[in-house]
């Protein structure tokens, strides 16, 4: 089980923290992922990060974003700065045993969370 918390409505340019604790499953032995849904949109890829460590990001978040996670807590973050309104979405925490080559696809992974939504706006 996945269980995302953290979003909320943010102005243009500042920052949130949403985290992902997972029950079941270590973070560490398998790819967790952020992905996230606008209205009207498909779901998209944001971040990823490996067993071992290596991170992977969307083009429209890199520099912006950083995922990371807490072997200890068994709980994944994306910390997201300088944030536009098209972030506006919801987020969702997404585990599995994603390769290199699939980690940006949705069928990639078997377990979700609920998401949370972001909202950037003025």
């Known amino acids: 089980q996945l269980v995302e918390s953290g979003g909320e409505l943010v102005q243009p340019g500042g920052s949130l923290r949403l985290s992902c604790v997972a029950s079941?499953?270590?973070?560490?032995?398998?790819?967790m992922a952020w992905f996230r849904q606008a209205p009207g949109k498909e779901r998209e890829f944001v971040a990823a990060i490996r067993w071992s460590a290596n991170t992977y990001y969307a083009d429209s978040v890199k520099g912006r974003f950083t995922i990371s996670n807490d072997n200890a807590k068994n709980t994944v973050y994306l910390q997201m700065n300088s944030l536009k309104p098209e972030d506006t979405a919801v987020y969702y925490c997404a585990a599995g045993n994603a390769i290199v080559s699939t980690i940006r696809t949705v069928s990639a992974y078997n377990l979700w969370g609920q998401g949370t939504q972001v909202t950037v706006s003025s």
């Open positions: 079941g499953r270590t973070v560490r032995s398998t790819t």
